[in-house]
């Protein structure tokens, strides 16, 4: 039987490097959006925790445990990246987010520098540390960016991936200009 | 001239410009301006109104006069930048403007001799008639002669940037008390911006000697900027000029980027921040304001503060013999800084009768100016005093007339500045924008220790707001003078003296405003246009309202100053919209499909954000409409492929979501079974059609909507509302997963022995009923697939994981060629969706309701939904309404356009006769006609008239037959099948 071939969200666009910053796909294995029906908030955070050590984000917030992580998207919303949302089933509703979103990862030291110039949310470490997630803008698109080790995974729709890119690239090119 | 051993200038780095052609020479770390004075040169600019020749009035960006082009490469040019603002570079290039051939022979000089007719107000009365010649005539004639300078007539491709950026603490100017403030917040350990207008720190103490500290002002600054620059927690912005003070603590700044660079090498031009700081500190210092008197704008007449920072921070003498005017202390100053710097003092005219006589030079005390005179440069000046008038040969004066605060900030949120007559200055008023603190000469203090100290107090009160513990630092010890000031604003007597350089408006203008009673500020400036120029009146608000206030016998608080608005500086669109010119104005939305239509030559038609393909062309089709045939042709007779993922999906789960789904639709979905799919139509509030589409129920409380590609956004924001604030305590859940899916449409009679062939399993067709949903595997991939049909066709719609997607439409595409179909784009779909009566936006356009297309049966009687009380109110249904229609010329070959309006045959074509109009047209190969849909007055009771089509557009006016929109397989034989 013939196989369906796959291709990523930024297949061909990817990395890229500009100074001292690198834009790379960081595309997770597993996307799953979470929305705890009513009344199950606590149920959930019980199986998160549960099952995969981690619980319901609270607003602004991610939460990790080993490569499984969750994400605050929104309003009584959250992803689930690396995770099997099966022990979730009933309690909230699922769905599979995994090929709806490129995910980018920018890094580098001036990292929060170069997303300032397209994102209007404080990003400064003490505002924005370890395990902050939030959903913002990249200039005109919707977008999820979330604190990573050494910089900033950036979540936008897949259909939007090569404006993201571009945008990207020009910040990084500018601020690599300005030395 | 230069000054040997003055000046921050680096003499080792000549730099070469040219000025209207000239070559001239300057050093790194002059101005335009600076380096013209240099070089001798005054002239540099023409008048607004009069195109009086001008020369350089100060040193700063209030600079109402040196305005010039500067020319860039590939053509481009920046019109209206300030010479005291741009930094010379190597190669530099700029221009005169508003002059015509030339900047000393200007022919329309002629336009000064006119002065007397040119008064204001004078086009409100002169140009009244004829009416028609103000927009055709008078106001290009007037916008010609009168004028600034020209842009390139290009699109400005150059980078531009905007950022955000967060602190705890924004200084806003590096002086005295700037510098203060940002030491005191950064070694407290507060996150601080410290922002400087100019390309280097410092302020007046660039300009002005003084010692702070037993050391030079400047070598302090030096000292607290080295260690301003060692700390993290600080950040320098140089260049940066705050413009604008808003909400939230939010500050607008304009940073001049690479403006001062030969080459920018990658650099933006511009960055346009917006600045969030827990509190701000103003210390933007004071502007030096001029005195009205007789010809008061020759070029070699400057601000006495601008000769100062030309002397001390450039080097450079701006005349040989030097005249000061001033109401102040001021002038002894001046003088003393001529005189230091070897530069021969003519006279010294201080209009103050008790005025010091210290000074090496000749004072005429209690004197004024009446008159001077040198067409293109200042040659003489008449002084007055009690022993009568003379004559004093000068090539510069300096002119100070006091200091006004730089108040603007303060009042961009409606504050209004406070009078302070001791210094004779507008002041800012208490808190006027929350958590910004005036300090320093910004707050009316004009000593150096007392900038010291209130920058110093300023940051304490910001570090306190933020709940920060602050160091006590020890003062740094400084000169300590007063400042004594007369007020003098207008020379009495003078018959044409000005008052705003840069708009031309002279005292006697302000007073025919107050004559002819436009004694209000805000009117005086209207009608005057005084401040209404780039300067934005920097250099003379103050001075107009208190001639307006002596002119209607007011005193100056009693006056009151116009509004001051942001931006402080002219700023460029191009900085507030960096990134959205042409493609960056908004994101591109590519589908899975998007390379392999490119590839196949498909011209690429944006569809909201989305592009899609219009039609796929072969070898030997020479216009659209071939191509579009041929693909209608495969629907119709064989099998076509179509992308269709932008059109959006929700996903709806939960208790409550079938309940909550017969509220948004105006059918019951409630009632759907798991694998089933119907078409739902949805209201607004006011009974108007939102949206259409078909919903899937995947599962118990599981359902999948689809809306149309352009109201994606808008139902998804609806359905958030209802929930949210309609029925918050729904146990329902949505998201849109109309990015995880790439979905394609099957379409044609053979479209299920396609799908035959690239599905895991075989379709059974008593398993895949007309509106049939359910789970298949394409190549071992989970997809979905739904039995609806958007053509009337036997049709499909099969969607698999985004990844998927590119492979699948190449592989369906491929398999439907080899049976004789192919791909098809939008042409030949709005084509289908016409021959089968389906509507889009076109038809659904915001005014359209349920009963209009046909539809008011869809608005179940059984159950409440959004919009149905408004649906049948009185006016939204009936014989009134306009109908949706089908129209069939009666010559089939004759074309009818969209937007055609629709008369009764034998009437005129004229909006009183108006019958409806026409939404969607297309050439139905399949019908061999011209189709179209409508909206007919009564139409659904006209079918079979005969109706006039008039195009007025497209100069058409063809009979029509009035028909039921449904022109193909009426009984929908064809979907079913």
């Known amino acids: 039987m013939a196989e369906l071939i796959a291709l990523s969200a930024t297949e061909g666009l990817l990395p890229l490097t500009h100074g001292a910053l690198t834009l790379a796909g960081a595309a997770p294995d597993r996307i799953t959006s979470v929305q705890p029906f009513k009344g199950k908030e606590a149920a959930v955070t019980k199986a998160l925790k549960a099952a995969h050590g981690l619980g319901f984000p609270a607003p602004g917030r991610a939460l990790a445990k080993?490569?499984?992580?969750?994400?605050?998207?929104?309003?009584?919303?959250?992803?689930?990246?690396?995770?099997?949302?099966?022990?979730?089933?009933?309690?909230?509703?699922?769905?599979?987010?995994?090929?709806?979103?490129?995910?980018?990862?920018?890094?580098?030291?001036?990292?929060?520098?170069?997303?300032?110039?397209?994102?209007?949310?404080?990003?400064?470490?003490?505002?924005?540390?370890?395990g902050s997630a939030i959903r913002t803008g990249l200039n005109h698109m919707m977008a999820v960016i979330a604190r990573v080790d050494d910089g900033f995974d950036i979540m936008v729709f897949r259909s939007m991936a090569a404006t993201a890119i571009h945008e990207l690239e020009t910040v990084m090119k500018s601020l690599a200009a300005r030395g | 001239m230069r000054l040997q051993g003055k000046g921050l200038i680096d003499r080792t780095k000549p730099l070469a410009f040219r000025f209207d052609g000239t070559q001239y020479t300057g050093f790194a770390g002059d101005t335009l301006a600076s380096a013209l004075l240099a070089n001798g040169v005054r002239l540099v600019g023409r008048s607004f109104k009069y195109h009086r020749p001008r020369g350089i009035l100060t040193a700063g960006s209030e600079e109402p006069n040196a305005l010039v082009e500067v020319l860039e490469a590939g053509g481009q040019q920046t019109p209206n930048t300030r010479a005291t603002v741009q930094e010379l570079y190597e190669g530099l290039a700029a221009r005169s403007q508003n002059r015509f051939p030339s900047l000393k022979r200007d022919l329309l000089a002629v336009n000064d001799l006119m002065s007397p007719f040119f008064g204001a107000g004078f086009y409100y009365k002169t140009f009244m008639w004829p009416r028609a010649f103000w927009e055709t005539i008078y106001e290009p004639a007037i916008r010609r002669a009168a004028g600034l300078g020209k842009l390139s007539g290009k699109h400005d491709e150059a980078l531009y940037e905007k950022a955000f950026a967060f602190c705890d603490v924004l200084v806003i100017g590096s002086g005295p008390a700037g510098l203060m403030a940002a030491l005191t917040a950064a070694r407290a350990g507060a996150e601080v911006i410290l922002a400087e207008e100019d390309s280097r720190m410092g302020g007046r103490l660039l300009s002005d000697a003084g010692e702070i500290d037993g050391q030079e002002g400047l070598a302090w600054a030096s000292g607290v900027l080295a260690?301003?620059?060692?700390?993290?927690?600080?950040?320098?912005?140089?260049?940066?000029?705050?413009?604008?003070?808003?909400?939230?603590?939010?500050?607008?700044?304009?940073?001049?980027?690479?403006?001062?660079?030969?080459?920018?090498a990658g650099r933006p031009r511009e960055c346009f921040w917006r600045i969030v700081a827990g509190r701000a500190v103003l210390a933007a210092g004071a502007l030096e304001r001029p005195i009205a008197f007789e010809d008061n704008d020759r070029p070699g007449i400057m601000l006495a503060s601008a000769v100062r920072s030309y002397v001390n921070r450039w080097g450079v003498a701006p005349g040989r013999k030097v005249t000061i005017f001033a109401n102040n202390d001021t002038a002894r100053q001046t003088a003393d800084v001529l005189v230091a710097a070897g530069v021969q003092v003519a006279a010294v005219i201080d209009s103050r009768a008790d005025a010091p006589t210290t000074g090496d030079y000749r004072l005429y005390r209690g004197a004024t100016?009446?008159?001077?005179?040198?067409?293109?440069?200042?040659?003489?000046?008449?002084?007055?005093?009690?022993?009568?008038?003379?004559?004093?040969?000068?090539?510069?004066?300096?002119?100070?007339?006091?200091?006004?605060?730089?108040?603007?900030?303060?009042?961009?949120?409606?504050?209004?500045?406070?009078?302070?007559?001791?210094?004779?200055?507008?002041?800012?008023?208490?808190?006027?924008?929350?958590?910004?603190?005036?300090?320093?000469?910004?707050?009316?203090?004009?000593?150096?220790?007392?900038?010291?100290?209130?920058?110093?107090?300023?940051?304490?009160?910001?570090?306190?707001a933020l709940g920060r513990k602050a160091p006590t630092l020890a003062l740094p010890k400084a000169e300590d003078g007063t400042y004594a000031i007369h007020p003098l604003w207008a020379v009495e007597g003078a018959r044409r003296a000005w008052l705003d350089f840069a708009n031309d408006v002279t005292v006697k203008d302000v007073k025919l405003a107050a004559q002819e009673n436009f004694s209000s500020v805000e009117h005086m400036k209207r009608y005057t246009t005084q401040g209404m120029a780039p300067d934005q009146g920097k250099n003379s608000n103050v001075g107009a309202l208190a001639v307006l206030a002596d002119a209607t016998g007011r005193a100056i608080p009693e006056t009151g100053t116009t509004t001051f608005r942001p931006p402080f500086v002219p700023t460029s669109i191009a900085a507030m919209g960096a990134g959205g010119r042409a493609a960056g104005f908004a994101p591109q939305r590519f589908t899975t499909s998007h390379a392999a239509s490119v590839e196949r030559g498909a011209p690429m038609i944006e569809a909201g954000l989305w592009y899609r393909p219009s039609y796929f062309p072969r070898p030997g089709e020479t216009n659209w409409r071939e191509s579009c045939d041929r693909e209608v042709q495969f629907v119709r007779e064989r099998v076509g492929v179509c992308d269709v993922s932008t059109l959006g999906k929700i996903?709806?789960?939960?208790?409550?979501?079938?309940?909550?789904?017969?509220?948004?639709?105006?059918?019951?979905?409630?009632?759907?079974?798991?694998?089933?799919?119907?078409?739902?139509?949805?209201?607004?509030?006011?009974?108007?059609?939102?949206?259409?589409?078909t919903t899937a129920c995947l599962?118990?409380?599981?359902?999948?909507?689809?809306?149309?590609?352009a109201a994606a956004g808008l139902v998804m924001r609806h359905l958030e509302f209802v929930h949210q604030a309609l029925h918050p305590d729904w146990d329902v859940r949505f998201i849109s997963v109309t990015e995880q899916w790439a979905q394609f449409a099957v379409a044609g009679p053979r479209s299920r022995d396609l799908l035959n062939s690239i599905l895991d399993e075989k379709l059974k067709p008593e398993d895949w009923?007309?509106?049939?949903?359910?789970?298949?595997?394409v190549g071992g991939v989970a997809g979905r697939l739904f039995r609806i049909s958007f053509s009337g066709e036997h049709a499909y719609e099969v969607a698999v994981p985004a990844r998927y997607g590119a492979a699948l439409f190449r592989d369906l595409v491929a398999r439907a060629e080899t049976m004789g179909g192919g791909a098809y784009g939008m042409e030949a779909l709005n084509v289908l969706r016409i021959e089968k009566g389906l509507i889009t936006h076109a038809e659904i356009h915001g005014r359209t309701t349920a009963f209009d297309i046909g539809a008011e049966k869809m608005i179940s009687a059984k159950k409440d939904c959004i919009g149905k009380a408004a649906a049948a109110r009185p006016g939204m249904i009936g014989p009134d309404r306009d109908q949706l229609v089908g129209l069939r010329p009666l010559s089939p070959g004759k074309a009818i356009g969209a937007g055609a309006h629709l008369f009764k045959q034998g009437e005129a074509a004229k909006r009183e006769n108006d019958q409806g109009y026409v939404t969607s047209v297309c050439w139905s190969p399949t019908l061999d006609s011209h189709l179209g849909l409508a909206f007919l007055r009564n139409g659904r009771a006209r079918h079979g008239e005969t109706i006039r089509l008039v195009d007025h557009m497209r100069k058409t006016d063809v009979l029509c037959e009035v028909c039921d929109p449904v022109f193909l397989d009426p009984t929908g034989g064809r979907a079913r099948g």
């Not at chain 1, 689930?80 to 990862?105: I, V």
């Not at chain 2, 509106?771 to 595997?777: I, L, Q, S, T, Y």
Request: glycine residues 12%; charged residues 20%.
């Open chain 2, 699 to 709: 599962g118990e409380n599981h359902y999948l909507m689809t809306t149309t590609t």
């Open chain 1, 66 to 130: 080993g490569d499984a992580r969750i994400l605050w998207t929104g309003r009584g919303q959250a992803f689930l990246l690396n995770a099997d949302p099966a022990p979730l089933a009933g309690l909230a509703a699922l769905t599979d987010q995994t090929d709806a979103w490129a995910t980018l990862r920018l890094t580098g030291p001036a990292a929060d520098q170069a997303l300032a110039r397209l994102v209007p949310v404080d990003l400064r470490p003490a505002a924005f540390g370890a």
């Open chain 2, 369 to 464: 100016i009446v008159g001077t005179q040198g067409r293109h440069g200042l040659e003489w000046i008449s002084v007055r005093d009690a022993n009568g008038e003379r004559r004093v040969e000068t090539d510069c004066l300096a002119v100070s007339g006091g200091w006004n605060p730089t108040v603007h900030l303060t009042c961009h949120m409606n504050g209004r500045p406070v009078w302070n007559p001791e210094i004779a200055a507008f002041v800012p008023a208490e808190n006027a924008v929350p958590g910004l603190i005036p300090c320093g000469a910004a707050a009316g203090v004009f000593s150096t220790a007392g900038c010291l100290a209130d920058g110093q107090r300023a940051a304490l009160a910001a570090l306190d």
């Open chain 2, 227 to 264: 260690e301003l620059r060692g700390l993290p927690n600080v950040r320098l912005m140089t260049r940066t000029t705050v413009t604008g003070a808003y909400d939230g603590g939010t500050l607008s700044a304009l940073e001049r980027v690479s403006h001062h660079l030969a080459d920018p």
């Open chain 2, 651 to 693: 996903d709806i789960q939960g208790a409550d979501a079938g309940r909550f789904l017969d509220l948004v639709y105006t059918n019951t979905f409630s009632t759907l079974k798991p694998g089933r799919v119907r078409y739902g139509l949805m209201l607004r509030e006011d009974g108007h059609v939102m949206d259409d589409g």
């Open chain 2, 769 to 777: 009923p007309f509106m049939a949903c359910g789970p298949v595997r």
